[in-house]
Structures are given as structure tokens and as C-alpha cells.
């Protein structure tokens, strides 16, 4: 063999130990892997690896017998390269959704579209509006950083948004100090629908917020059961603002009966307002569940503690408006659309319509399919099932073998999206789970009801819409988790 030959098939072999040591190290670390495939995986590439080497520097002695094995090398460094990048990558996607962020409060100083006012420094003597009691803590944050740019103001305290709002508009107010997590309860009011179109922001004060939704662990994530909540943040902004909680699913899982009940609770849901004091929600106070996401996961975690008398031990935040980021990733998502579920011309989404029966959509369109309600008799109810059926096209979409042609940008999607307290050893444990005992889960489905009305709600100072609790689907929805908690299995309604 001549000395060029020989140093290319030596730094071939040194290549393809680092290669197969990278997949090595990002399994080991990742500890997702089932024990029996990982020493099977790391003793078929030891083997290979062991062979190739002794084949191609002292077995064959013809140069075609060593290119065919310097071929192999380079197809494992391939194989093991990739496989490695894909694990590391998913590993580190799943540390960045489990790492603890600080939670946002983007509050904005809005003046009206047509106004000349340009920057903070042209409201010196001027007259702004804020709330007195609502969002008190970020009101006053955003004042001090203003009187900071040394801006002497006349301040004209309000109870509500909607008296604020209307104040503003009847230009009693040159401009008005509004939290970014209350913009939708404004653009909600019929009065003030155009109010995006019609304001600018002219100045913005960040207000960090720590992060105090701490888990309750359960000792073993794979044999004692546990409740995660599900919220979906209607934040326009990012995963860490907090915003509305849109979507309120309350997941109990039990590993030992594998059974997993799907307990949905609407957002307009008339409930005691419970957080810590640190959260900043008016506490004890009536609202709907929807408001109570303004003042971070935490206080949605504690009402709807309150609310089914349970403990939760995990918190799942998801950023809706991400979801179309993700289904893009995907190529779009298959849905069954039902009759009930179609819309041919939507008042809430101009332009968007869906027909019944089995389509494919892009992320816009699921989307704007997870937030409709206004189109349907069933208002709410109705989009709590669109959720789901949106939701289940991205499960099927993200197991079918094309996941793969698409995974870099769905795993970058996927971190946008999802923010949880589950620890990232805690999601290996039960993708290992998973993995290792391929266990066939009963999925069950409830939700809970009541009725319309129009009552005071303490975020906005003003009455809304909102659905009182029907108690007996309250009753019926803490037996269920209970029965499931406790290994029975739930009655399927």
C-alpha cells in the first residue's frame, strides 16, 4: 500500500471512530433510549466499526477490496453524523422548551393614528390616561420609566379598560398607558374592534416577570400518575408574554392502566380568580378563565386548581399563534372537517373559509380553523373541537415517516412553540417509556358546559360575555380525573 493510501485510510478510520463516538455520546446523554437498544446500537457499531478498519488497513491486500470498505466507512460516518446532529438537536430543543423563562409584560404608551405625536417627549404637558386598579403594578412601572425620559404629564386614572378606551376616544386623553396583555379584551368590545387600525405605539416599557410556576414532581414519571395543564397563549408577541389563555385542557395521565383523559375547559368560564401574590391578578375576584392568563400560567394553574379541586403537577404553555409556524414545518396537516365545523365566510377572519370533509391545510388556515368561533351556533364549544382536530392532524402528521424530510425546522418550530416545567430528563423518561414498552394508551375525552351570560369581569372593569359553570359537569369532570388518577378507568362521555 503506498504511503498516501495508507494515511487516507488511517484518517478514514480516525474519522469514523469520532463519527460513531458523536452518536454514542448524544445517545448516552439524551437518555431517552431504552438501555437494550443503546447497548445493541453501540455493539453493532463497535462491531462495524472494528471490522472496517482491520478490513481496510490490513486484511485486503487489492486495491478494489479497500475502496469498497473505505465506501462503507464513509456511508456509517454518514449514518452516524446524521443520527447524531438529529439527537442532539431534539435533545436541545427539549432542554430549551423545559429551561424556566422570565415571563414578559409589554406595556405600550397608544396614541390615535392620526395624531402628530411622534415620540414620548411630545406628551410633556400633556394629559394620559391609565387604569387605577387593573395591571396597577405594570401602569406604574411604565410611569416611571416615562417620568425617567424626564416627561412631566397630567395622568387621568380609569376602572376600567372600556372607560379608558372610551375616554381616549372622545379624545378627553391625548394618549393612554395600556398593558400589551389586555390589547385583545379591547379589540374583543364591539365598540372598539378597529382599535389596532386606529392607535400606534409611540413608546414601550418591558417589564420581566420571574417565572414562579414551579412543578409538583411526581416520583417516577413513568409509573405514578400526574396532571398536566395545557394553556394556549393568545400572545401576538412571543412564548414568554403573557397573554390570554385561549386553550385550557387539563391532561391527566395514568402510566400503570395507560389511560389518558382529555378534561377541556372553555375559555369564557366564569371562575374565582386564585395567584400568589407575586402574580398580580386581583385574587378572589370573579372573571373568566380566559383573563387570568394576563397575569402569567401560575395563576391559570391556581384558578383551575381551585375550580376541579385537584393538584397539577406540570404546566404545558403553548403559543397559538406558533402553531402556524409548526404546521408550515410539516407541509401542511390533514383534517377531517366536519359538516358542523365548516365555515364559508368568516366575520372574525376576513377572507378565511373551509369546506367539510377531508382536507389539507396550510398553518394560516389552522390557525385561523383553532380561533373561529363566531361562525358557529356553538360558538366556543365548537372551537374547542376545532383545537382538537387541528391538534390530532399535527400528531399524525408528526409520526408519519415525511416528519423527516422537514425535522431541522420543525425541531426550530417546536421551540418556539412550546414552553414547559416538565423537566427535559423527565420527557426522556417517558419517551424511553414510550420506546421500551410501546404502550397502547386509551385517549378519553371531556368537557365542561354551562351557560351564557353577561357579568362583571374584574381584568376588563367592565360586564362581558361569559359561561357560568354548569356544576354538574364540574362534578362529573373531578370524579373522572380522580377515577383516572386512582386507576379506574373513567366512563367515556
Given at each position: 500500500?503506498?504511503?498516501?493510501?495508507?494515511?487516507?485510510?488511517?484518517?478514514?478510520?480516525?474519522?469514523?471512530?469520532?463519527?460513531?463516538?458523536?452518536?454514542?455520546y448524544?445517545?448516552?446523554?439524551?437518555?431517552?433510549?431504552?438501555?437494550?437498544?443503546?447497548?445493541?446500537?453501540?455493539?453493532?457499531?463497535?462491531?462495524?466499526?472494528?471490522l472496517l478498519i482491520?478490513?481496510v488497513?490490513?486484511?485486503?491486500?487489492?486495491?478494489?477490496?479497500?475502496?469498497?470498505?473505505?465506501?462503507?466507512?464513509?456511508?456509517?460516518?454518514?449514518?452516524?453524523?446524521?443520527?447524531?446532529?438529529?439527537?442532539?438537536?431534539?435533545?436541545?430543543?427539549?432542554?430549551?422548551?423545559?429551561?424556566?423563562?422570565?415571563?414578559?409584560?409589554?406595556?405600550?404608551?397608544?396614541?390615535?393614528?392620526?395624531?402628530?405625536?411622534?415620540?414620548?417627549q411630545?406628551?410633556?404637558?400633556?394629559?394620559?390616561?391609565?387604569?387605577?386598579?387593573?395591571?396597577?403594578?405594570?401602569?406604574?412601572?411604565?410611569?416611571?420609566?416615562?417620568?425617567?425620559?424626564?416627561?412631566?404629564?397630567?395622568?387621568?386614572?380609569?376602572?376600567?379598560?372600556?372607560?379608558?378606551?372610551?375616554?381616549?376616544?372622545?379624545?378627553?386623553?391625548?394618549?393612554?398607558?395600556?398593558?400589551e396583555?389586555?390589547?385583545?379584551?379591547?379589540?374583543?368590545?364591539?365598540?372598539?374592534?378597529?382599535?389596532?387600525?386606529?392607535?400606534?405605539?409611540?413608546?414601550?416599557?418591558?417589564?420581566?416577570?420571574?417565572?414562579?410556576?414551579?412543578?409538583?414532581?411526581?416520583?417516577?414519571?413513568?409509573?405514578?400518575?400526574?396532571?398536566?395543564?395545557?394553556?394556549?397563549?393568545?400572545?401576538?408577541?412571543?412564548i414568554?408574554?403573557?397573554?390570554?389563555?385561549?386553550?385550557?385542557?387539563?391532561v391527566?395521565?395514568?402510566?400503570?392502566?395507560?389511560?389518558?383523559?382529555?378534561?377541556?375547559?372553555?375559555?369564557?368560564?366564569?371562575?374565582?380568580?386564585?395567584?400568589d401574590?407575586?402574580?398580580?391578578?386581583?385574587?378572589g375576584?370573579?372573571?373568566?378563565?380566559?383573563?387570568?392568563?394576563?397575569?402569567?400560567?401560575?395563576?391559570?394553574?391556581?384558578?383551575?386548581?381551585?375550580l376541579?379541586?385537584i393538584?397539577?403537577?406540570?404546566?404545558?404553555?403553548?403559543?397559538?399563534?406558533?402553531?402556524?409556524?409548526?404546521?408550515?414545518?410539516l407541509?401542511?396537516?390533514?383534517?377531517?372537517?366536519?359538516?358542523?365545523?365548516?365555515?364559508?365566510?368568516?366575520t372574525?377572519?376576513?377572507?378565511?373559509?373551509?369546506?367539510?370533509?377531508?382536507?389539507?391545510?396550510d398553518?394560516?388556515?389552522a390557525?385561523?380553523?383553532?380561533?373561529?368561533?363566531?361562525?358557529?351556533?356553538?360558538?366556543?364549544?365548537?372551537?374547542?373541537?376545532?383545537q382538537?382536530?387541528?391538534?390530532?392532524?399535527?400528531?399524525?402528521?408528526?409520526?408519519?415517516?415525511?416528519?423527516?424530510?422537514?425535522?431541522?425546522?420543525l425541531?426550530?418550530?417546536?421551540?418556539?412553540?412550546?414552553?414547559?416545567?416538565?423537566?427535559?430528563?423527565?420527557?426522556?423518561?417517558?419517551?424511553?417509556?414510550?420506546?421500551?414498552?410501546?404502550?397502547?394508551?386509551?385517549?378519553?375525552?371531556?368537557?365542561?358546559d354551562?351557560?351564557?351570560?353577561?357579568?362583571?369581569?374584574?381584568?376588563?372593569?367592565?360586564?362581558?360575555?361569559?359561561?357560568?359553570?354548569?356544576?354538574?359537569?364540574?362534578?362529573?369532570?373531578k370524579?373522572?380525573?380522580s377515577?383516572?388518577?386512582?386507576?379506574?378507568?373513567?366512563?367515556?362521555?
Amino acid at each position: 500500500m503506498k504511503k498516501v493510501e495508507r494515511i487516507l485510510y488511517v484518517t478514514l478510520s480516525v474519522l469514523l471512530v469520532l463519527c460513531t463516538g458523536f452518536l454514542f455520546y448524544e445517545l448516552i446523554t439524551f437518555k431517552a433510549i431504552p438501555n437494550q437498544f443503546l447497548f445493541l446500537a453501540i455493539a453493532v457499531f463497535c462491531v462495524l466499526d472494528v471490522l472496517l478498519i482491520l478490513l481496510v488497513n490490513f486484511y485486503f491486500k487489492k486495491k478494489v477490496g479497500r475502496i469498497i470498505s473505505a465506501i462503507f466507512m464513509v456511508l456509517i460516518m454518514v449514518v452516524s453524523g446524521t443520527v447524531g446532529y438529529y439527537v442532539q438537536a431534539t435533545h436541545s430543543m427539549l432542554e430549551k422548551i423545559s429551561t424556566p423563562s422570565r415571563g414578559a409584560n409589554m406595556v405600550s404608551v397608544i396614541v390615535k393614528e392620526s395624531s402628530d405625536y411622534e415620540t414620548i417627549q411630545d406628551l410633556k404637558e400633556k394629559t394620559i390616561g391609565m387604569l387605577s386598579t387593573i395591571s396597577k403594578d405594570r401602569t406604574q412601572a411604565c410611569v416611571k420609566d416615562i417620568e425617567s425620559h424626564h416627561v412631566d404629564f397630567e395622568s387621568q386614572k380609569y376602572d376600567s379598560l372600556s372607560g379608558m378606551v372610551n375616554a381616549f376616544y372622545k379624545d378627553e386623553v391625548e394618549a393612554i398607558i395600556l398593558p400589551e396583555s389586555s390589547r385583545s379584551a379591547i379589540t374583543d368590545m364591539e365598540d372598539f374592534a378597529n382599535f389596532n387600525i386606529n392607535t400606534r405605539v409611540i413608546f414601550q416599557t418591558e417589564i420581566e416577570v420571574n417565572n414562579n410556576t414551579e412543578a409538583k414532581s411526581v416520583d417516577d414519571i413513568t409509573s405514578h400518575s400526574f396532571n398536566v395543564l395545557i394553556t394556549g397563549s393568545d400572545s401576538r408577541v412571543d412564548i414568554e408574554e403573557n397573554a390570554r389563555s385561549d386553550v385550557n385542557m387539563v391532561v391527566t395521565v395514568n402510566p400503570d392502566t395507560q389511560t389518558i383523559l382529555l378534561t377541556s375547559i372553555p375559555r369564557d368560564y366564569y371562575v374565582t380568580t386564585v395567584c400568589d401574590a407575586d402574580d398580580g391578578c386581583q385574587n378572589g375576584s370573579m372573571d373568566k378563565l380566559t383573563h387570568t392568563g394576563m397575569n402569567g400560567v401560575n395563576t391559570t394553574k391556581m384558578t383551575i386548581e381551585n375550580l376541579l379541586g385537584i393538584e397539577i403537577n406540570y404546566t404545558f404553555k403553548v403559543g397559538f399563534d406558533s402553531v402556524t409556524e409548526v404546521v408550515n414545518a410539516l407541509g401542511g396537516i390533514d383534517v377531517n372537517v366536519p359538516e358542523e365545523a365548516a365555515v364559508a365566510s368568516s366575520t372574525q377572519t376576513k377572507g378565511f373559509s373551509i369546506a367539510a370533509g377531508q382536507q389539507h391545510i396550510d398553518g394560516k388556515t389552522a390557525l385561523n380553523f383553532s380561533r373561529e368561533r363566531y361562525a358557529y351556533v356553538d360558538g366556543d364549544r365548537q372551537r374547542t373541537r376545532n383545537q382538537q382536530i387541528v391538534l390530532m392532524g399535527i400528531i399524525d402528521a408528526v409520526t408519519s415517516p415525511s416528519v423527516l424530510m422537514n425535522y431541522t425546522s420543525l425541531l426550530e418550530a417546536l421551540g418556539n412553540t412550546f414552553e414547559t416545567n416538565l423537566s427535559s430528563d423527565e420527557i426522556a423518561s417517558l419517551v424511553q417509556f414510550q420506546l421500551d414498552r410501546n404502550p397502547s394508551w386509551k385517549i378519553e375525552q371531556y368537557m365542561l358546559d354551562g351557560t351564557g351570560d353577561s357579568l362583571m369581569c374584574a381584568e376588563l372593569g367592565t360586564t362581558a360575555y361569559v359561561m357560568i359553570p354548569d356544576q354538574a359537569t364540574v362534578k362529573a369532570a373531578k370524579q373522572k380525573i380522580s377515577d383516572v388518577l386512582h386507576a379506574d378507568t373513567s366512563t367515556s362521555e
